[in-house]
């Protein structure tokens, strides 16, 4: 059985961090590219950055240079570092699993991703 546990969400004010956590299992996880999308209310599900299995890695514009994606391939697990977040960064964060890696593609593809894990919301108030 697969799944993609996220946790580490909550609610910040503007300016604040947040550690999101995914933990995978079911999966050969070093198999696998990773990626973390949002989906904010009335709003596609977009992507915000995902990591290859060499280490390769990509983000969306608007969270470059504040959040940071890594892995701990021991442990399964995929985290997303969020420095200096802003309101419109507040929605739900989905971790995900993608075998052909087209989430590392510069338009994140996400119709090809094979897993999703049940998310976690972030909330950043001004």
């Known amino acids: 059985q697969v799944q993609l546990v996220e946790s580490g969400g909550g609610s910040v004010q503007s300016g604040g961090s947040l550690r999101l956590s995914c933990a995978v299992s079911?999966?050969?996880?070093?198999?696998?590219?990773m990626g973390w999308f949002r989906q904010a209310p009335g709003k596609e599900r977009e992507g915000v950055a995902g990591i290859a299995r060499d280490g390769m890695i990509r983000y969306a514009d608007s969270v470059k240079d504040r959040f940071t994606i890594s892995q701990d391939n021991a442990k399964n697990t995929l985290y997303l570092q969020m420095n200096s977040l802003k309101p419109e960064d507040t929605a739900m964060y989905y971790c995900?699993?993608?075998?052909?890696?087209?989430?590392?593609?510069?338009?994140?593809?996400?119709?090809?991703?094979?897993?999703w894990g049940q998310g976690t919301q972030v909330t950043v108030s001004s």
């Open positions: 995900a699993a993608d075998l052909f890696c087209l989430i590392l593609r510069k338009d994140m593809v996400r119709t090809t991703v094979d897993y």
């Open positions: 079911g999966i050969t996880y070093g198999s696998y590219c």
